[in-house]
């Protein structure tokens, strides 16, 4: 089957990855510089095309992608006319909060611990989030939550769960609600259901098992499936989504096994370009044996098209999703949305 042109588009903008904005000053909307997630600490732009859309991170020097305000984004001495798209808070339609900006974990390809430390940490309370989404309610379509572990993951869970609560209580069940946490014991995916959570996120990072242990030292792989595998229960279909890393160094296989593992439970897998963050780039480098590298676009592409079967077969839709990655898919090629 022939891919569309904008999705091989999108796909070579998600291989480059940034963007350079000569004049700041004239971008429509003020760059997103979020505390977690793929381009933690770095300044981010949302473009849309043909109902698609893509993230990309600022750039100091135009080396073959750049915007131009009013024109569109020249990239690789073509023109292609995109349309700015304002990010709410994180991404656009959604607060995507982070809870807490420390993390006592150190994944390698993770920048999250590297921003905060003791002295700057940031926690939001309850009440705290509840005032942010109510400041933003008319442009948002849903609630997403992650956080970093400063202590234990019990705690980080309680937290959230207390954050899903507030609010459920204060906007009922106008918001959709989905949370992205590091669990660790049956009881936490229980809590946050119980709490009013609609979707979870439980990232598997890396579905190879060499890979993980490289890159998650302090993680458990087993334990760690198997959290996916019981929020699928408790969730459901189409309610739960997890991040599998492509660019780790890992088996090319192994991505789209671990796509398929996942749909048979009903989870929906992120199949997520590295980003080489500048801060963790030497670490992950060294680690890996320099065999981290963002994918290119033939194989973003290639992994979407087999996860796309592996859905349609299994009957799970990614459309179905109301918040976080699958809603968004700026970062992704996302089957059965962009192709
Ligand atoms: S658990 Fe790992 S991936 Fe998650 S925030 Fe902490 S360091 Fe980052
Ligand atoms: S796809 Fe996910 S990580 Fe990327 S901008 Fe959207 S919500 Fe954030």
Known sequence: MSVPKATLFKARLLEHGKVYVANKKELAYIPDH?????????????????????????SPMDDGCSYIPGEGLRFQGETYP??????????PRQAFLNLDSNCRYGC?????????SHVNR???????????????????EGVALTTGVFDTPE????????????????????????????????????????AGA???????????????RIVCPELDYRLNLEMVRYAAEVFGDNRVCSNIIVGLGEPEASVDEGAR??????????????????LVMGRLNEATGGRAARPNA???????????????????????????????????IVPQKDL
């Open 34 to 58: 979020s505390t977690a997630g793929p381009s933690a600490g770095l300044d981010c732009v949302f473009f849309g095309f043909e109902k698609k859309l893509v993230r990309l991170s600022l």
């Open 82 to 91: 995109v349309v700015e798209v304002e990010s709410v808070l994180h991404c």
């Open 108 to 116: 390698l390809f993770c920048a999250t611990p590297l921003l905060s």
């Open 122 to 140: 940031r926690v939001m309370r309850d009440e705290v989030v509840v005032r942010i989404v109510e400041r933003v309610r008319r442009r948002i």
């Open 155 to 194: 705690e980080s869970v309680k937290h959230m769960a207390r954050v899903v609560k507030a609010l459920r209580e204060h906007f009922g069940d106008s918001l959709p609600i989905g949370v992205e946490p590091l669990v660790t014991e049956k009881r936490h995916v229980n809590l946050l259901y119980e």
């Open 198 to 212: 609609d979707e979870i996120k439980v990232n598997v990072e890396s579905f190879d098992p060499k890979t993980f």
């Open 261 to 278: 593992v996942l749909a048979d439970w009903g989870v929906v897998a992120s199949l997520r370009p590295l980003t080489l963050h500048p």
């Open 298 to 332: 033939d194989r973003m592409i290639r992994h979407a098209l087999k996860h796309r079967d592996v859905l349609e077969e299994r009957g799970i839709d990614t459309r179905k999703f109301k918040t976080m990655c699958l809603k968004c898919t700026a970062c992704d």
